[in-house]
């Protein structure tokens, strides 16, 4: 087929391509016009490597970890730990060491979800295929685009991404659109001829460049360049990082952050003074041995009042969402938009492909002489039945083979079955053609062999109309025709005009599109104009429609329960729109498509009023998008945008949520996205909201079972500060009276980093709540700690600390009376009391996150058993909180004490008492809303 280059690729820089002569561009890069080799391409490969854009580079890895550290919280934390090495040498040591250890677990996990998250695009290249026509071992096949090579061949038709920088050479009536690397706002009509060698891009009409859409006639050009050595690749270069949307959650989360750290400073400065008051005034000590003393109390609060493992539960929580939604053919890549579509209130969707199949579908005949037939099945599977009037037919009649053994014949589409799914090569129209007649036993292979064509008049928007030229062996040579109804009737004779055009009518009210189909004797070998100017004789009409998705009208119905509106915005004419508006659910009753022309001469205030009444948008381009986005958020609305093409990136941006488009998406629109669909299908884009939402209802779950753990810490500690009584300790040889601690720091870090932690993320893994779908998106304004939160919050850590705080005291008295026949000392038995507090504490987490499993309603109405990771949670719990107690190391990091059985039941029921309350509290709420 073609020698290996001799040589390396000549530089485009060096060696202009759009000023030199075709012939010599083939020959620079030894490509022969009918494609290289299959062996030749894989070695082209190998040395260029594949033809895909660099990925631009995101945070670095040391801006991540400083994202994880760089939160008041965890400076408090820092803080805390070394002021306690500092104040207290012994103990002081191993509780900072075991804070600092707690600080960096946090960082690890935050940094490897996060990273995970910002290389989650690099990714996308392998899961969605993109393609491109091209001439490999002298035949024209359909390649991934990040399979070609310089060299390789490639054929341009109307509707056609450009794959690569191309030199084209051969061409009829070729025009691309390249307003997106040029900013020229009409398509360019190409040429082959060469150009001056300092043209501009926009001069270079001998080349097309990748990312270009051709809106115009058929090419065949060499690819010169690819990957980041193409002017897409250029651009793509010199964009910048897109940059973070801060979401309502991580804005509210970071103001309860502050509000935390705050609120934990004035506090720890109060048990300060009055710490050290009380053992100055009690405990007959001076004033810095009173402070340091209470000091470790201040620094007991601050760990025990910080949610440590809220950061890791808020971070794993998403990345189970991002999972979830990956599993449904939404790829996420912005880690926070997870639960920012709980509160889309509009989708604004495009039509082709994403609510529809984008595979057109002939759906209706009609014959001259015996009127209109109907043909169903959808999509390229040539399956399908015949019928008239509603009776099937079978076979078809004579009439109706000849209309679609025209439309078969006519057309330079193919049909055929890769991977277990049927697939066309050429345009969408043509290859509905195909399909309807291969479903009624016309095999295009053979076919075309039997009528063989001799000559062909390309479709051109000037004539509206293609012809071509076939032998029909014994039967003579023939001319058919196709194309626009009104240009076919024109040229035929004996027609009852008005009639075909009332059915073109007819079928175009449905949303269909109609070709019409002729046919006229000849006798030449070579087509011309005046050829296809009269006498044909009227075959028929054939209508077809891009069907919609049947799982797609399912979706917009949820979505509309879930008060949330659909809006369809698409670049198809107004009656097709309208048409799939209306068999979607989409538009409203009475109210017709808005073209983008009407767009163009609205101002803003117009703009808001019109979206406000009108939800199907047609022949719309990309700034019409980004000024319906506009108009929507100023309006108060949550938006949803989805776009695939390098001109919808703004709108991507603009949008509360940009969804791309996976298979037809170009790169930039995806790098402008939050969300990636992998399947193009708006079914995807509910089936996200849905797990946005339970993302949203499962991190409220979570906040309320861990802020009242953290606020009873706190609680314990402020009441043992102020009320408990002192005890004796030798500090520095003198017996003094000092605060007794009801926990130490590590076993605060214990309950709330090991323990919440373990026991709050079973509840991302929750079940979606039954009405997920069936109430309308949350307000975004609305703050994460509402009246119900803080409510919850402070009824459970009142339980939590009265029930430590009693067994602690109750254990303590109990023990201290009976000392002298036990044997143990005052600091064992201070152990015993704290490890009794911990458990209670543990207890009550255990049952809480039960009832934390549902809000609103009975863990017994949700399903008991219905999230099993909750008892994996449960189980792991008990089993630490059992080494927490009896393991010697563990006794010897955290100084507890081994419990009897007799303690362990009595912590165990204590901590059971939280869930006939909150039941109580869940019916009182439930009752109220009713």
């Not at 964009?239 to 750290?261: D, M, Q, R």
């Not at 009208?553 to 949820?558: E, L, V």
Request: hydrophobic share 45%; with cysteine.
């Amino acid at each position: 087929m073609v020698n290996s280059l001799d040589s390396g690729l000549p530089e485009a820089a060096d060696h202009p391509w759009h000023s030199r002569a075709s012939d010599g561009v083939l020959s620079s890069l030894g490509a022969p016009k009918d494609g290289l080799s299959t062996e030749e391409a894989g070695k082209r490969l190998a040395q260029y490597g594949a033809n895909v854009l660099d990925k631009r580079g995101g945070v670095s890895v040391m801006a991540l970890v400083w994202g994880q550290i760089n939160n008041p919280l965890i400076w408090v934390l820092i803080g805390s730990a070394v002021i306690a090495m500092l104040v207290d040498p012994a103990d002081g040591l191993k509780n900072g060491l075991v804070i600092l250890a707690v600080v960096v677990i946090n960082t690890i996990i935050g940094f490897a979800q996060e990273y995970k998250a910002s290389r989650a695009i690099e990714s996308l290249s392998a899961m969605v295929p993109e393609f491109a026509t091209v001439e490999r071992d002298g035949k024209r096949v359909q390649l991934p685009v990040a399979e070609l090579v310089p060299g390789d061949v490639v054929f341009l038709q109307s509707g056609d991404k450009v794959p690569a920088d191309l030199r084209l050479f051969q061409l009829r009536t070729l025009q691309i659109e390249e307003a997106a690397l040029t900013g020229e706002s009409v398509p360019v009509e190409k040429m082959t001829d060469p150009v001056a060698a300092n043209a501009t891009l926009g001069d270079r009409r001998n080349m097309a460049f990748s990312g270009s859409l051709v809106t115009y006639g058929t090419g065949l050009g060499v690819v010169t360049t690819t990957g980041n050595g193409t002017e897409l690749g250029r651009i793509n270069t010199m964009l910048g990082e897109t940059t973070a949307v801060a979401t309502p959650l991580s804005i509210a989360l970071h103001k309860i952050g502050i509000v935390l750290t705050v609120g934990i400073a004035v506090i720890s400065v109060v048990i300060l003074i009055v710490g050290t008051a009380r053992a100055m005034s009690e405990g007959g000590v001076d004033l810095m041995t009173g402070l340091r003393e209470s000091v470790i109390f201040a620094i007991t609060l601050a760990v025990g009042a910080i949610p440590e493992g809220l950061p890791a539960i808020v971070t794993i929580a998403l990345a189970i969402g991002v999972q979830r939604m990956a599993a449904r053919r939404a790829v996420v890549r912005k880690l926070p938009s997870v639960e920012t579509l709980g509160s889309t209130t509009v989708i604004c969707s495009d039509k082709t492909g994403t609510l529809t199949r984008n595979e057109m579908t002939v759906q209706a005949l009609y014959l001259p002489g015996s009127g209109v037939y109907r043909v169903d099945g959808a999509g390229y599977e040539p399956v399908g039945r015949l019928s008239k009037e509603g009776n099937p037919l079978a076979p078809a009649p004579d009439d109706v083979h000849e209309l679609l053994l025209a439309g078969i014949l006519c057309c330079d589409a193919t049909l055929e079955k890769k991977v277990g799914r049927w697939q066309i090569t050429g345009d969408p129209t043509e290859g509905a053609l195909v399909t309807a007649a291969e479903k009624f036993g016309i095999h295009t292979a053979q076919a075309r062999e039997q009528h063989a064509r001799l000559d062909t008049i390309p479709f051109e928007s000037a004539n509206q109309f293609m012809a071509t030229l076939h032998d029909g062996g014994a039967d003579g040579r023939r001319i058919l025709i196709k194309g626009a109804p009104e240009a076919v009737l024109g040229r035929c004779s004996h027609v009852d005009h008005d009639t075909a055009i009332r059915q073109v009518e007819a079928f175009a009210s449905e949303g269909m599109r109609v070709l019409g189909f002729a046919q006229k004797r000849f006798d030449r070998a070579a087509l011309d104009m005046e050829d296809c100017a009269q006498g044909f004789e009227f075959t028929g009409l054939q209508a077809m429609i891009d069907p919609p998705r049947t799982e797609v009208i399912d979706a917009i119905r949820a979505c509309h329960r879930a008060g949330i509106t659909v809006k369809m915005i698409t670049g198809d004419h107004m009656g097709t729109a309208q048409a799939i508006g209306e068999q979607l659910g989409i538009a409203k009753r009475g109210a017709k498509a808005v073209t983008g022309v009407q767009l163009a001469g609205m101002d803003s205030a117009a703009l808001r009023e019109i979206v406000k009444d009108h939800n199907v948008f047609a022949r719309v381009a990309p700034e019409h998008k980004l000024g319906l986005v506009r108009a929507l958020q100023d309006n108060g609305q949550v938006t949803a945008m989805t776009g695939d093409g390098v001109n919808d990136a703004p709108a991507l941006k603009q949008s509360n949520i940009g969804v791309a488009m996976g298979i037809t998406g170009t790169a930039v629109s995806k790098e402008a996205a939050d969300i990636v669909l992998t399947d193009d299908n708006f079914a995807s884009i509910a089936a996200a909201v849905e797990e946005g939402r339970r993302v949203y209802d499962n991190l409220i779950k979570s906040l309320a079972f861990v802020l009242p753990t953290n606020l009873g810490l706190a609680l314990i500690l402020i009441y043992a500060v102020g009320f408990f009584p002192l005890v004796e300790k030798t500090i520095d040889g003198q017996v003094v009276k000092d605060l007794l601690l009801p926990m130490l720091p590590t076993q605060l870090l214990w309950i709330n980093l090991v323990a919440a932690v373990t026991l709050a993320l079973p509840l991302a893994f929750e079940a979606k709540e039954p009405d997920v779908m069936n109430r309308p998106p949350r307000d975004p304004k609305e703050p994460v700690l509402n009246k119900f939160v803080v409510f919850r919050t402070f009824l459970a850590a009142t339980l939590m600390s009265a029930g430590a705080v009693g067994l602690f005291l109750w254990q303590y008295d109990a023990e201290m009376a009976v000392r002298v026949s036990t044997g143990l000392t005052e600091a064992q038995i201070v152990s015993e009391a704290q490890t009794m507090a911990v458990t209670t504490v543990i207890m009550f987490q255990v049952f809480y996150m039960l009832s934390c499993r549902s809000l609103k309603d009975s863990v017994f109405k949700i399903g008991f058993f219905s999230n099993k990771t909750v008892f994996i949670g449960i189980g792991a719990v008990l089993a630490l909180q059992a080494l927490f107690i009896y393991a010697s190391l563990m006794q010897a990091i955290f100084s507890t004490f081994p419990l009897n059985g007799q303690s362990l039941l009595v912590s165990a029921l204590v901590g059971a008492i939280i869930l006939p309350v909150i039941s109580v509290e869940k019916l009182i709420r439930n009752r109220r809303r009713a």
